[in-house]
């Protein structure tokens, strides 16, 4: 199934199920590309879950690693917290990256993704730190032959891109997320894309509105049903030259295996 020349994938957390449910999904739905989430391959029955995605025919797009100590109920929970900033859990996150990072090579795939926390250029001792971090980690995927995504959303399109340029790794590129952009109040999903476009290789397919109240956090709605403009959005990447995959998220509501199959028909009648 695709969008346009694009593959029409699902993040397999969406769907909140084992490997087995995730693989009934897709085959439903009629789409064998896969955003993996690879924490499970970390866990207590690891070479169980290693084992279940190996024997599925799946093309796994990227992987993705998040960390334990993340709070998302909040704008301010989610600063604090997101990420490989908190000094208290950068040992177990960059272990847990690490982890990722072997399991990446060992399915041969060529992007793991995260949301690595905010970017605050204000505090110049947190955003030395941070990029000290992220040049360890991108340093790691360097060596191993794979890419180092960073998912848009904490920061404006700008500010990210001044942080790419000065960081200046080529083992770093973009998981581009269009609803993060409004649902962090972070810009539009469109104009933002262009300005990182040279670092995109990725995308998240999701849809969502705006808050009307600052500090707080938008509201997630299946995709063509909210504020990213899709129509104009997909004229956007194909202008850009975006070559990646779809990867369809929903992280909200009640039926999450409608919304995806909504999505995915909805890209799929796009030519």
């Not at 990182?196 to 705006?210: Q, S, Y």
Request: net charge negative.
């Amino acid at each position: 199934m695709k969008c346009k020349n694009w593959p029409i994938g699902v993040c397999s957390w969406s769907l909140r199920t084992n490997v087995d449910g995730v693989a009934d999904a897709m085959r439903q739905i009629g789409i064998d590309h896969v955003h993996l989430g690879v924490r499970p391959a970390l866990e207590a029955k690891g070479k169980e879950f290693l084992a279940a995605v190996q024997r599925q025919n799946w093309t796994i797009s990227a992987t993705m690693i998040d960390f334990p100590q993340e709070d998302y109920s909040t704008l301010d929970s989610i600063k604090v917290t997101g990420g490989i900033g908190p000094d208290e859990y950068w040992e177990k996150n960059q272990e847990l990256f690490l982890g990722a990072v072997d399991v990446t090579v060992t399915l041969g795939v060529k992007y793991l993704s995260m949301h690595a926390g905010f970017i605050d250029e204000s505090d110049v001792a947190y955003a030395e730190k941070f990029y000290e971090r992220i040049r360890c980690l991108a340093d790691v995927a360097g060596d191993n032959k794979i890419m180092l995504l960073l998912e848009t959303g904490q920061e404006t399109a700008e500010e990210l891109r001044r942080f790419l340029e000065e960081l200046d790794h080529p083992a770093v590129g973009v998981n581009f997320d269009p609803a993060n952009m409004i649902l962090y109040d972070k810009g539009n999903p469109i104009e933002a894309v262009k300005v990182l476009a040279p670092w995109v290789k990725h995308l998240h397919a999701k849809d969502a509105t705006r808050t009307r109240k600052p500090g707080t956090w938008g509201a997630e709605v299946p995709w063509g049903d909210g504020e990213v403009q899709t129509a104009a959005f997909l004229d956007t990447l194909a202008q850009v030259g975006f070559k990646g995959t779809l990867a369809i998220e929903r992280e909200a509501g009640d039926n999450r295996f409608g919304d995806v199959k909504l999505a995915a028909e909805r890209l799929s009648r796009v030519s």
